[in-house]
């Protein structure tokens, strides 16, 4: 079993920049993909960011491209997400989660089995 904690969040102003961090134990942390999800109140989840197993590959929404940026070190069993020029719109809870599947980089929930609790991103305009 994989237990994922996410950390990192907090308030911050628009324009300004936070990192996350995804910490992960319980199965060898190179069997995996992980993404980064985020949801509003009212919203659905929403995909943000995937990383492969070896970080080689990386995948992004559309409304985060360019601003930030994923990454894993596996001597950590740790994934990251740099967030720069956060809007107020990034303001959600913010999870991530870990597929074997086949599509992880499509962003499908679905394919996600073991998540985090979150951690709470605010951006004040």
């Known amino acids: 079993q994989v237990q994922l904690v996410e950390s990192g969040g907090g308030l911050v102003q628009a324009g300004g920049s936070l990192r996350l961090s995804c910490a992960a134990s319980g199965q060898i942390f190179t069997t995996y993909a992980v993404g980064w999800f985020r949801q509003a109140p009212g919203l659905e989840r929403e995909f943000v960011a995937a990383?492969?197993?070896?970080?080689?590959?990386?995948y992004y929404g559309d409304s985060v491209k360019g601003r930030f940026t994923i990454s894993r070190d596996n001597a950590k069993t740790t994934v990251y997400l740099r967030m720069n020029n956060l809007k107020p719109e990034d303001t959600a809870l913010y999870y991530c989660?870990?597929?074997?599947?086949?599509?992880?980089?499509?962003?499908?929930?679905?394919?996600?089995?073991?998540w985090g609790p979150g951690t709470q991103v605010t951006v004040s305009s």
């Open positions: 989660a870990k597929s074997e599947k086949t599509g992880w980089d499509k962003g499908i929930r679905a394919l996600y089995d073991y």
């Open positions: 990383i492969n197993w070896s970080g080689l590959r990386t």
